[in-house]
């Protein structure tokens, strides 16, 4: 095994079978028109740039968010690095820029400092803080070593290890340091409270108090736990993390819930869950691309019938998920939100009015025949107070029209007095919006992971079968 894994950092794999689109979902349609790939033509282009021209060249750190001078996210780097290939097969920028700006990240990522202390380090145990400081890498303030962003990382990491199968010094280092910096992530020390993954820890208070359980975006995360080749955790936690689903009906749509729509996203950025199930999803007859679909659906339901009677909701004006708003405030009764997860379904509703374009975004692949037009609906709505050099800015409140807002509701490009308009972009939503619309149109990301042999064996060892698994 140790033979094979060595010949396939060096030379890269290749798997024919792997190359071939897989069926769309049941009930949705992959066929673009010529607007619509127009429209996805310059939306991914716009959103590209966020990640090649607000990255540290140095380091590879993806600030959280621009032009707000911002802390670097470790998740955002993770769809940073999965970004630069889009952006090869793309033409917008060259294999070899590529190459350089990943080559770069992942030596950061490998030889930066790691011990328990609580400053001057990136991490601990193979792990990394949540924020980093744009420059020196250093932990940022005290925030936690965090187990989700250090996955979302590693799903970046290994689709650059997968994609670079050149011959040559810079992409057999790219393989060689990607293993590196995923087989030393040591799962089973973050098994608090086995058999369960912990969310994070601190070097001033211990592990986190919560677990990855219920239904969320940790699909991924225990993904890569089962599959790593040095540290993985048992087998019985897949099993211990879908008895705590909540599998119900909300808005006519029967699915496992989960109110903020990134949780149906973020993992299916990677890997292609179409046709392949678990024991789980074999007894509901769906698989998680179905799952998702629903949960879209149910969340463009929900803003439908808009019971808070919020402006400008309907068929093509919708989709809560965590994201930017106007502020922390209560107005003629209204509460209104600043950073906040907001969503819809039978686990909870947090609904202010604010409605984020990756919500949409994210959830390209598994209803393209409403999110391609909810998102084009949105640009030529509210045009350059929502849509500008990179891309669509986080959110938008219609309803917010309070003199009282923050500086950075209230600077252009929007006016409260017309609805407040972010003037941030984040790098944890901008990703889901270029590389969901790459999976929709290509399938390039999913085909790439298929070939990875660490996402493949945590999927057997969570107990998928069928589809492409099986070839």
Known sequence: MKQILTLWLLCGAFCGACSQPTAPLSGATTTLSAPDQAFLDSLQRDTFRYFWETTNPANGLVPDRAPTPSFASIAAVGFGLTAYLVGVERGYITRAQAAERTLNTLRFFANTPQSDKATGVAGYKGFFYHFLDMKTGERFKQVELSTIDTALLLGGVLSAQTYFDHNTPAENEIRQLAETIYTRADWTWFQARQPFVSMGWHPEKGFIKSDWTGYNEAMLLYVLALGSPTHPVGTDVWAAWTKSYPWTTFYEQPHVNFD????????????????????YMRGKGIDYAENSRRATYANRAYCVANPGKWQDYGLTIWGLTACDGPKDTTANGRKFFSYRARGAASTGIVDDGTIAPTAAGGSLPFAPEICVPALRAMKTKYGAK?????????????????PSASANGA?????????????????????????????????????????????????????????????
Do not use: C
């Not at 929502?386 to 917010?400: C, K, S, V």
């Open 386 to 402: 929502l849509y500008g050099e990179y891309g669509f800015r986080d959110a938008f409140n219609p309803t917010y029209r309070y």
């Open 411 to 471: 600077s252009t490009p929007g006016s409260t007095t017309n609805g407040w308009f972010d003037r941030d972009y984040l790098g944890i939503d901008q990703g889901p919006i270029l590389l969901m619309a790459e999976n929709l149109r290509t399938g390039f990301i999913w085909n790439l992971m298929k070939k990875n042999p660490h996402i493949r064996r945590g999927l057997q060892r969570a107990g998928f079968t069928g589809g492409w698994l099986g070839q």
């Open 260 to 279: 903020p729509l990134f949780g149906h996203q973020y993992s299916h950025v990677w890997i292609d869950f179409r046709g392949i199930r678990d024991e």
